[in-house]
Structures are given as structure tokens and as C-alpha cells.
Nanobody
Framework: QVQLEESGGGLVQAGGSLRLSCAAS????????LAWFRQAPGKERDFVAG????????YYADAVQGRFTISRDNAKNTVTLHMNSLEPEDTAVYYC?????????????????WGQGTQVTVSS
């Protein structure tokens, strides 16, 4: 079993930045696809960014392309999401996800393990 724990959420003004971290425990996630999703109130859980095992393939949702950066540190068993130029529309609970495949895809059904989420609120 893999346990995931997010940290780094908070309240920020529009145009600001935040860094979210996700620490994995219970098992090394070296051979796991890792991703970030988000869910706003009353909406479905949406893909934000993902990375394959080695990090050689990274992909983003159109809404965050150019503003967010995902990175993984296999030595530390962590995945990070750097968020810049935040907008009120980015307000949501952000979730870290992992799957024991090289590529997890852009849909929540592709991931077996989830963190509890961390709230990000962007004020206008």
C-alpha cells in the first residue's frame, strides 16, 4: 500500500505563487506514475499535471500549461507542484495521486492511490 500526504496549500492573492508537495510512504514510488488533480466545490475532479516513472514525459491540463510545473524526486519519494500566476479559477482542493504503471493518464480512474487533499484558495 502507498500512502500519500499533501502539504503546502493555503490562501494567496491572484498573481501569486504556491508550492504543493506530496510525500509518499509505505512503498517507494519510483515505478509509479504520479499526478496532481483538483476539485472545486460542486465540480468533478480534474486532471492538473502528471509525470511518468522517470519523469521523461510530463503533461499538463490546458488550463495550467505555462503556469504550473510538476516535478518528482524519486530519491525522496516526493512529487511537487509549483504554481505561478495563480487565478481565482485555480481555487480547489488539490490531490496527489499515484498508480503502479508507467503512465497514469488524465482521468481519476487511472490512479489507485490518493492523498487527502490540500486546499488552495486564490483571492481576487
Amino acid at each position: 500500500q502507498v500512502q500519500l500526504e499533501e502539504s503546502g496549500g493555503g490562501l494567496v492573492q491572484a498573481g501569486g505563487s504556491l508550492r504543493l508537495s506530496c510525500a509518499a510512504s509505505g512503498r517507494t514510488v519510483t515505478r509509479y506514475a504520479l499526478a496532481w488533480f483538483r476539485q472545486a466545490p460542486g465540480k468533478e475532479r480534474d486532471f492538473v499535471a502528471g509525470t511518468t516513472w522517470t519523469g521523461d514525459k510530463i503533461y499538463y491540463a490546458d488550463a495550467v500549461q505555462g503556469r504550473f510545473t510538476i516535478s518528482r524526486d524519486n530519491a525522496k519519494n516526493t512529487v511537487t507542484l509549483h504554481m505561478n500566476s495563480l487565478e481565482p479559477e485555480d481555487t480547489a482542493v488539490y490531490y496527489c495521486a499515484a498508480d503502479p504503471l508507467e503512465y497514469g493518464g488524465r482521468w481519476p480512474e487511472g490512479y489507485d492511490y490518493w492523498g487527502q487533499g490540500t486546499q488552495v484558495t486564490v483571492s481576487s
